[in-house]
């Protein structure tokens, strides 16, 4: 088997194998791969118009057109569109001040970027396990986990399914500390009512290859609390007052703070707006692929010992992935390979953090985190991507109900 990455993405692109039209006709069966990017078919107009507009660095039109998107569906006062989620979250350590010594707490069960982010200004991170329905941080040890050093809470909506915000809000409101989404998985996922990444000071997106929507490689910074509007334009611009001059609220542009590169080229916005404009659709095709595993895999699933999503009836899911809880690690392990030998490729997820070599350094230690070490041996991820096809996906559905749990 080949490297497997920290997320446990096969360390391949993640196309290979289809052609275009699908089954090959020849009788054998083709290969499913795990995720294919997302294309809404308007991307390379788009791209095109960019490129001709000679706009083609950052903060163009359809950087613009992205943001406002954004701004007017979550009524957020700023989003910034950026490089990636990792540098969304870089840029949320800056703003948030983060000093060497400082607290931030997130669950050990995520992608490195969210806490990487921080340690990366000297922070030591405090993990936390997650709930055994949802995979989210689990906010009944929160409070406990507080301590006078604590300086952010990081939560990360695993899946899309939002944390219980109503509880993490409160608790970091009533010990004035600022709560950070990693919405990644969650865009346009909502948790009573109110979308995901609009409950903390500021939230993070991806538009990685393997999220809902993509442009290669991307992200946005979802700046909720006002009070961070304008540092973050900042911090965005080299460290300069350049968004400021291009307003025209300032004659020349000068250098006023630290800061970095994190604007994204217009080309790519170009690529980004095109999948925006088509959420709808994308939202709906991928509500049917996941409600299809759902209901065909559920008396399956009870026969082996397997166990499926549990998503809690006030979180509209944006429907990120399709995961199983298998059995056992052994069975898991057995069941990736059964699926590859029959051309399925299933994969698993995060390795958890808190005990890695990594975590170690910070006094991470095996057992810590019961909850994130059983389900992360144990979770398997199934091919989710929207132009999966319908035969297709039953073709994966029988694959797997021939596997029996021994
Ligand atoms: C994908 C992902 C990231 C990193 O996103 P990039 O855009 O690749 O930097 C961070 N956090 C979570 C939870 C993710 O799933």
């Not at 692929?289 to 209901?295: H, L, N, S, V």
């Not at 070599?357 to 991470?364: D, I, L």
Request: glycine residues 10%.
């Amino acid at each position: 088997m080949g490297a497997m990455r920290v997320d446990g993405q096969p360390d391949v692109p993640a196309v290979v194998a289809t052609s275009g039209a699908g089954a090959s006709g020849t009788g054998t069966p083709e290969h499913i791969p795990f995720n294919r990017p997302t294309l809404s078919g308007m991307e390379l107009v788009y791209i095109t118009q960019a490129v001709e507009k000679m706009h083609v660095s950052g903060d163009g039109d359809y950087t613009a057109k992205c943001s406002q998107l954004f701004e007017k569906v979550f009524g957020t006062p700023r989003v910034l569109l950026t490089t990636s989620c990792t540098h969304a979250l870089e840029m949320s350590a800056l703003l948030l001040d983060i000093q060497p010594g400082d607290e931030v707490i997130c669950p050990s069960f995520t992608f490195v970027s969210t806490i990487n982010a921080f340690v990366l200004r000297g922070a030591k991170p405090v993990f936390l396990d997650v709930r055994s329905d949802t995979l989210n941080l689990d906010e009944r040890m929160l409070e406990a986990a507080i301590t006078p050093r604590t300086k952010a809470i990081l939560v990360v909506h695993y899946g899309g399914v939002g944390c219980e915000m109503d509880t993490i809000m409160d608790i970091a409101n009533r010990h004035g500390i600022k709560v950070v989404e990693d919405n990644a998985h969650g865009l346009f996922g909502k948790f009573k009512g109110r979308y995901l990444g609009t409950f903390g000071a500021m939230a993070t997106q991806s538009f990685h290859e393997t999220k809902n929507f993509t442009c290669g490689e991307g992200g946005a910074l979802l700046i909720n609390d006002q009070q961070y509007v304008e540092r973050a334009e900042i911090l965005r611009e080299k460290g300069t007052d350049r968004s400021r001059f291009f307003r025209g609220q300032v004659d020349k542009y000068t250098w006023v703070d630290v800061g970095s590169s994190y604007l994204p080229s217009d080309i790519l916005a170009a690529f980004l707006y095109a999948q925006l404009e088509q959420r709808e659709h994308i939202q709906n095709d991928r509500k049917r692929i996941w409600e299809t595993y759902d209901a065909a895999l559920g008396d399956w699933a009870e026969a082996n010992g397997a166990t499926r999503p549990i998503v809690p009836d006030y979180c509209e899911q944006p429907y990120h992935l399709y995961y199983l809880l298998m059995p056992s690690y052994a069975e898991r392990t057995r069941f990736i390979k059964y699926l590859k030998e029959r051309g399925v490729t299933s994969v698993f997820h995060y390795l958890p953090l808190h005990n890695s070599g990594m975590g170690a350094q910070f006094g991470g230690r095996t057992g810590d985190c019961p909850v994130t070490e059983d389900v992360s041996d144990r979770l398997v991820r199934l091919p989710f991507y929207n132009s999966l096809k319908p035969e297709q996906q039953e073709h994966v559905i029988d694959v797997i109900r021939g596997f029996h749990a021994g």
